[in-house]
């Protein structure tokens, strides 16, 4: 009896023994799998660190532009054509003649409101040494000196309708094509042409009401237009006074220099408006923000780990994004390799 239960004991240890070898082996096996994981688990990618430096954010726009002085050529008083003193397409200055009406008519009328004139002059004359004299009354005078006022008023009319035979030019631009010939007969619904000064030119463009108080008279902004490198300055010197409300934008008008006419009126042109400057602006690559569903992310590098973080952007470069919420001077960002990682991946960084 008392060698079986010795047998029965020796068996149970036995059996005791070779599970716990067997769980101890199992144990450093698992703990050998779990490190051949982890290591072929961690992903090589790409990152870059976060920095503070100077940046100036823009808004992009789009505008018109539109001629500093526009003015449809018509004459004030009908007539026959009689000179033509421009070309089409020809720079005229301020105060040139450019078109003659015949004034035959209009001189005989000066000629004989003359010779009225002198008439009644000569009346007034003599009524007002008659009424020295008390030869006549105050009243007989005072007709006589009204006929002399009205000679002299009808030849002011006249005179005044003779200049407007000539029509020069309001200000110096540039002449359109004209719709007349010499010997037309034009009226004051006749349209002779264009008169364009283009030498400045004015560019009209609507900022979002989000911005409108950024938007200031004097302030700079920068112009460009399809197939032309060249970037010009405008500077704005005129604000619409209140927000227009079916587009919840605010009109802004600026000038640009134009004076070797390489802008025509009517171009669309892309505007780059500033905002602000930043002195410690955090910028990262593009292919670093990655879009989801309710805003925008970024992987950066956390204890050999990466970690997904919410941010808010701003303004883009060709190259980075303005990140304007979310990341700190010194994060490490990862710039490559981010759709394959998932919050909390082991990673290995490679910084560029």
């Given at each position: 009896m008392t060698r079986r239960i010795v047998f029965f004991l020796s068996a149970i240890g036995v059996i005791i023994i070779g599970l716990v070898a067997y769980r101890l082996l199992e144990n450093s096996k698992n703990r050998k799998l779990e490190t051949a994981r982890k290591e072929r688990g961690a992903a090589t990618v790409y990152a870059t660190v976060?920095?503070?430096?100077?940046?100036?954010?823009?808004?992009?726009?789009?505008?018109?532009?539109?001629?500093?002085?526009?003015?449809?050529?018509?004459?004030?008083?009908?007539?026959?054509?009689?000179?033509?003193?421009?070309?089409?397409?020809?720079e005229v200055s301020a105060g040139q003649v450019l078109l003659k009406i015949n004034d035959s008519e209009l001189r005989a009328q000066l000629g004989e409101a003359n010779t009225r004139k002198s008439l009644t002059a000569e009346n007034e004359r003599r009524a007002r040494l008659l009424l020295e004299k008390e030869a006549i009354s105050q009243e007989e005078y005072d007709l006589a000196k009204a006929e002399y006022q009205t000679a002299q008023s009808q030849i002011q009319l006249i005179e005044a309708q003779l200049s407007k035979t000539v029509l020069k030019a309001p200000f110096s631009g540039t002449i359109g094509l004209r719709n007349i010939s010499k010997g037309s007969y034009i009226t004051p619904t006749t349209e002779i042409a264009q008169l364009v000064n283009t030498s400045k030119l004015k560019v009209d463009f609507s900022v979002p009401e989000k911005y409108a108080t950024k938007v200031k008279t004097n302030t700079f902004i920068q112009v460009s237009i399809q197939g032309d490198s060249t970037v010009y300055e405008a500077r704005i010197y005129a604000i619409e006074p209140k927000i227009e409300s079916n587009t919840r934008t605010l009109r802004v008008r600026a000038i640009v220099d134009n004076a070797k006419h390489n802008l025509i009126p009517g171009l669309f042109v892309n505007i780059n408006f500033p905002l602000?400057?930043?002195?410690?602006?955090?910028?990262?690559?593009?292919?670093?923000?990655?879009?989801?569903?309710?805003?925008?992310?970024?992987?950066?590098?956390?204890?050999?780990?990466?970690?997904?973080?919410?941010?808010?952007?701003?303004?883009?470069?060709?190259?980075?994004?303005?990140?304007?919420?979310?990341?700190?001077?010194?994060?490490?960002?990862?710039?490559?390799?981010?759709?394959?990682?998932?919050?909390?991946?082991?990673?290995?960084?490679?910084?560029?």
């Open positions: 976060a920095k503070g430096r100077p940046f100036s954010d823009y808004l992009s726009l789009t505008g018109a532009i539109e001629p500093n002085e526009v003015v449809e050529l018509r004459s004030e008083i009908s007539g026959i054509v009689e000179t033509l003193n421009f070309t089409e397409g020809s602000e400057t930043l002195e410690n602006a955090i910028l990262i690559p593009t292919e670093a923000l990655i879009p989801i569903q309710n805003g925008k992310k970024v992987f950066i590098l956390d204890s050999g780990r990466a970690r997904e973080i919410v941010v808010e952007s701003g303004a883009r470069t060709n190259e980075d994004v303005l990140i304007t919420k979310g990341l700190n001077i010194g994060d490490t960002v990862l710039t490559s390799g981010m759709m394959s990682l998932r919050d909390g991946s082991p990673i290995q960084v490679s910084l560029r």
